[in-house]
């Protein structure tokens, strides 16, 4: 079951890029960076030692760029439990994608005074000797991770500065637990209320998002009164106590499947000069293009330092996204080199389409229709069910011929037809709104530790009072946003204008 349908079939037919489709102006550049930047900040399986072949069938070698290619195999250790015997282990632990996720790399990107992190005069990563970026996490990233870990480790530094200025008995080693504490989260607030809600974009969701975090009775009322009520009234962070239902907290196979994005990236990133003065809409004029490939590990790190943050947050802005769609697989990812956790290049490329499809069914994944009935929703009995694209139609019959129990999970996630307003399919989001609420819920440091003791009172007060990404770029770049940014959120393309002013609360508007 694991080669049927073959896997780099799959990825040739249904996933590989004919032409690139974007997602218009509601996700840019920076919001599939930012996705990436919490992968790397949440997943990475452990592997065996041995390796494994994929070859092309003869029906789709001509259309591969890779012919062959040898990976690792997931490790399956026991899991201790009488149901499910066997799982896989993370590598990776929670808010490591700036700090690290050993003692190793803990140690290597801190300065140990005031506790702070290493950084680059520039505002970019700092390098070492072998051009390696220095963040908590290297492996398979590109300069758009980068950017994000440069900006999150400066927003750590700053709030080492505050809390020194405010609690001058602190030492190195508080400060940087305390910023730590506050940085890690900031960015899972930002990742809840401002980009979900771009990635979801209705005012159901907007909703939903914030009721999360602040519950229904709202910010204000939080702000004031504190944490009132349960997870409902008041939100799941800051609830008394963790709650884990009863299961101990992990993230599921299926809640990686369902971040297979990789259809968001473009095949250039559309530089944008900045020595111009802005366009319509705060909009700079397009300068040069860069190759996505030209921007990947230890390439990419020396590529950013010759284009400079500024030049890059702003030119990524501008930018669309590429939208989640069949046929919309960079080609460049077929086609990849992949890295250690050290970020050195292994000598084998790979498939990357072509892998995701095998790493689901490997790691026992349900298929799409199996999948939604673990979700409790109704499976597809044929392919129309699924698309009225009849080009994908004939696609899909093609491939898994009347099979559709065979529907392989993220072909199924990118063929569904989308909900207005959504830049995923129904299927994952379902996913996601589980594990965004688990995500906090069973943390103590949102849960019972979400407080002034914990954070202090200057911590927690930088919490409350950032609220998005556009907060975090106007605290450290307050030029670029006032001058290249016409959008409310830092994830949507720059040059759209802010939604117009709606005098009816949001709680009580009707959904379109």
Same mark, same amino acid.
């Given at each position: 079951m694991l080669k049927k349908p073959d896997p780099m079939v799959v990825a040739t037919k249904l996933l590989a890029r004919k032409k690139f489709k974007d997602t218009g102006k509601q996700f840019n550049m920076i919001a599939a960076s930012w996705i990436q930047f919490m992968i790397h900040d949440w997943i990475d399986h452990?592997?065996?030692?041995? *390796?494994?072949?994929?070859?092309?069938?003869?029906?789709?070698?001509? *259309?591969?760029?890779?012919?062959?290619f040898k990976f690792y195999k997931t490790k399956e250790v026991p899991t201790g439990f009488w149901e499910i015997k066997s799982g896989t282990l993370n590598i990776r632990t929670p808010w490591c994608a700036i700090y690290g996720s050993n003692e190793k790399r803990l140690h290597k990107v801190r300065t140990f005074n005031d506790g702070k992190l290493r950084i680059s005069e520039d505002g970019l990563l700092l390098l070492d000797q072998d051009g390696t970026a220095v963040s908590g996490d290297v492996r398979n990233s590109w300069a758009g991770v980068s950017i994000m870990q440069a900006l999150f480790i400066k927003e750590h530094n700053a709030v080492c500065d505050t809390l020194k200025r405010e609690y001058r008995n602190?030492?190195?080693?508080?400060?940087?637990?305390?910023?730590?504490?506050?940085?890690?989260?900031?960015?899972?607030?930002?990742?809840?209320?401002?980009?979900?809600?771009?990635?979801?974009?209705?005012?159901?969701?907007?909703?939903?998002?914030?009721?999360n975090w602040y519950g229904l009775l709202g910010k204000s009322f939080k702000d004031k009164f504190g944490h009132v009520g349960g997870a409902i009234l008041g939100g799941v962070v800051g609830l008394k106590k963790p709650e884990n239902h009863g299961v101990p907290y992990s993230l599921t196979e299926e809640f990686v499947s369902v971040y297979r994005m990789h259809s968001l990236l473009p095949d250039h990133l559309q530089l944008r000069d900045i020595s111009a003065a802005p366009g319509s809409h705060k909009s700079p004029p397009s300068a040069e293009k860069i190759p996505l490939p030209s921007l990947i590990g230890r390439v990419g790190e020396k590529t950013s330092s010759g284009i400079g943050f500024i030049k890059l947050m702003v030119s990524m802005g501008h930018q669309a996204s590429g939208a989640l769609e069949p046929w919309n697989y960079p080609m460049w990812l077929r086609d990849l080199v992949a890295q250690d956790v050290e970020g050195m290049d292994r000598p084998d490329h790979v498939d990357l389409a072509a892998l995701e499809v095998y790493r689901d069914r490997e790691r026992n994944v349900a298929r799409y229709n199996e999948f939604r009935r673990g979700l409790l929703m109704i499976p597809i009995s044929k392919w129309e069910d699924l698309t009225d694209d009849q080009e994908v139609i004939e696609a899909l019959q093609e491939v898994y011929g009347d099979e559709v129990e065979e529907l392989d999970l993220l072909v199924g996630l990118m063929a569904e037809k989308k909900i207005t307003g959504f830049a995923i399919s129904e299927t994952a989001f379902i996913i996601f709104l589980v594990m965004a609420t688990r995500r906090l819920e069973s943390d103590r440091f949102f849960t019972s530790n979400f407080n002034e003791e914990t954070y202090t009172k200057k911590g927690f007060e930088w919490v409350k009072t950032t609220e998005s990404l556009k907060d975090v770029l106007d605290r450290h770049y307050p030029e670029m946003t006032a001058k290249w940014m016409n959008s409310a959120s830092a994830f949507s393309v720059w040059d759209s204008p802010p939604p117009s002013p709606n005098l009816i609360p949001l709680l009580f508007r009707v959904p379109k």
């Open positions: 452990m592997e065996e030692t041995q *390796q494994i072949e994929l070859v092309a069938p003869k029906q789709v070698a001509n *259309q591969c760029p890779l012919k062959s602190l030492g190195d080693e508080e400060l940087y637990r305390h910023a730590r504490l506050v940085t890690s989260a900031v960015i899972a607030k930002v990742h809840t209320i401002d980009w979900t809600v771009e990635l979801l974009k209705t005012d159901t969701l907007l909703a939903g998002m914030r009721a």
